[in-house]
C-alpha cells in the first residue's frame, strides 16, 4: 500500500464509518439534550489517538515487568503529567466560569482489591478498558469475548459495591483542596519525575540502553497525521488535549467503565431484573443513567465513538483485519480476564482511565493507590500468563 493511500479492501470501512459518525453526530445534535454530540467528536479522537500511537497500559506493563523496557510506561507518566498541568488550575477554582469536578473516590480496601483484580484482568483479558474498545475497533473478535465478560463482571461489581464500600477506608481525599492547586502540581510533578527517573534506571540497568520516546515522524506529516503510525508522543499530546476537552465539555475527566456496569444493568432489567433495587443504581445520577436513554450517558457516548474512531484509524490505516479463528485457550483468558476486569473497575471505582488517569490528574489520593495496587496485581497477572502457559518464563 502506498503512503497516504488508503488499501482497496478498507475502502467500505472507511465510507461506512464516515456515515455512521455522520448519523449519529447528527441524531445526539437533535435528539438528545446537552453537548453529547460533543463527547462522541471527543471520543471519535480518542479512539484514533489511541490506535494511531499503538497507546495502552496492559502491553506496556507487561513489556517493562518481563523486560524492563520502559517505553510505555514513560508515555504514561508524561500523559500524567501533561494532564495534570491542564487539569489542576480548572479544578483549583482559577476560572470561575468552567465548571468542572474532580474524579474524586474514597480510599479504602475496595480501591485495593478492586485495581489488584483489575491487573490481573488487563494481563489475561489482553487489554485494559481503552486498549478493549480501541483493538476491538481495530477487528480484534477475540476482545468483543473480553468486552462481553467486562460488562457482565462491572454489573456483579456494581451489586456487590456498597459491601465492598463498608470495609475499612477513607473519604475521597483532595491534594488540591489540601494544598490549593499551585502547591499540589508542584507536588505531583516531583512524584511523577521521581517515577520517570526510576523507571528510567531501572531500564537502563537491565538493557543498557534507553529506547527514547518517539516524537519525530520518519515521514510527511499530514500523511503520518491521518493514516498513522504515530509517534509516541503524538499520542501523549492527544490523548491529554482530548481528555482536557472532555474536562470542560462534560464537566468531569475521560472515563470508561462506568458504561459498561450501565449497560448490563440495563440488560438486566430488560429480562426481568431489578437492578433498581441496588443500591448503586438506586439514587443519584446513577438511578437517572438507569433510567434513561444510554446516548444521554456522557461515558456510554464516548465509548461508542472510541470504538468507531478505532475502526476508522485502522481502516486508514490498513490494519482493520478481523481475526475470526481463536483458540480454546484465548478464550478462556478473555472469559477470566473480561471478569476481573468488570468487576475490579467497578470495585475500583474505574479503570486505567477512569481511576488511574483521572483520579491522579484529579489531584484524588485514590488515583495514586489505584497505581500501586494495580501494577501489582500486573506483576500476578503476568506470572499466571506463564502459569497458563501463555507466555514463556521470563529470563533470570
Not at 273 to 279: E, F, H, N, R, Y
Request: net charge positive.
Amino acid at each position: 500500500m502506498k503512503s497516504g493511500s488508503v488499501h482497496l479492501t478498507d475502502q467500505p470501512v472507511v465510507l461506512m464509518v464516515s456515515l455512521s459518525v455522520l448519523g449519529i453526530a447528527l441524531y445526539l445534535q437533535h435528539a438528545i439534550a446537552g453537548l453529547q454530540y460533543l463527547t462522541f467528536i471527543i471520543g471519535l479522537g480518542l479512539g484514533i489517538a489511541l490506535m494511531h500511537a499503538a497507546f495502552g497500559f496492559s502491553g506496556s506493563w507487561r513489556v517493562f515487568i518481563r523486560e524492563r523496557d520502559g517505553r510505555g510506561i514513560r508515555a504514561q507518566l508524561l500523559l500524567l503529567a501533561l494532564t495534570s498541568i491542564l487539569f489542576f488550575p480548572v479544578l483549583g477554582q482559577v476560572f470561575p466560569s468552567i465548571q468542572a469536578s474532580s474524579a474524586l473516590a474514597p480510599v479504602g480496601t475496595s480501591i485495593v482489591v478492586g485495581a489488584f483484580l483489575f491487573g490481573i484482568g488487563m494481563q489475561l483479558g489482553g487489554g485494559c478498558g481503552s486498549g478493549t474498545l480501541y483493538t476491538m475497533g481495530q477487528g480484534q473478535v477475540d476482545m468483543l469475548i473480553t468486552l462481553t465478560f467486562f460488562i457482565v463482571g462491572a454489573t456483579v461489581g456494581s451489586a456487590h459495591l456498597h459491601w465492598w464500600l463498608s470495609l475499612p477506608g477513607y473519604e475521597s481525599i483532595s491534594v488540591i483542596e489540601h494544598f490549593g492547586w499551585r502547591q499540589a502540581l508542584l507536588l505531583q510533578l516531583v512524584l511523577l519525575v521521581a517515577l520517570y527517573v526510576l523507571v528510567r534506571f531501572l531500564d537502563i540497568k537491565r538493557n543498557g540502553s534507553l529506547n527514547a520516546v518517539e516524537w519525530r515522524s520518519s515521514g510527511e506529516f499530514l500523511p503520518r497525521l491521518i493514516h498513522g503510525q504515530w509517534p509516541l508522543l503524538w499520542g501523549v499530546v492527544a490523548l491529554a488535549i482530548l481528555n482536557f476537552a472532555t474536562l470542560i465539555v462534560a464537566g468531569h475527566p475521560w472515563s470508561i467503565t462506568y458504561a459498561f456496569g450501565l449497560w448490563g444493568a440495563k440488560l438486566w432489567s430488560a429480562v426481568g431484573g431489578d437492578p433498581a433495587s441496588w443500591a448503586y443504581w438506586s439514587s443519584g445520577y446513577s438511578a437517572h443513567a438507569l433510567k434513561n436513554s444510554v446516548l444521554a450517558d456522557t461515558t456510554s457516548v464516548m465509548d461508542f465513538g472510541i470504538i468507531l474512531g478505532a475502526m476508522l484509524a485502522a481502516a486508514l490505516a490498513g490494519k482493520f483485519a478481523p481475526a475470526m479463528k481463536i483458540t480454546r485457550m484465548r478464550v478462556f483468558t478473555a472469559v477470566v480476564g473480561g471478569l476481573l476486569l468488570g468487576y475490579g473497575a467497578r470495585l475500583g471505582f474505574g479503570c486505567n482511565i477512569g481511576a488511574l488517569v483521572a483520579g491522579i490528574s484529579s489531584g484524588s489520593v485514590h488515583g495514586w493507590l489505584w497505581l500501586v495496587a494495580g501494577f501489582s496485581g500486573g506483576i500476578a497477572g503476568v506470572y499466571v500468563r506463564i502459569w497458563l502457559k501463555v507466555d514463556k518464563p521470563m529470563e533470570s
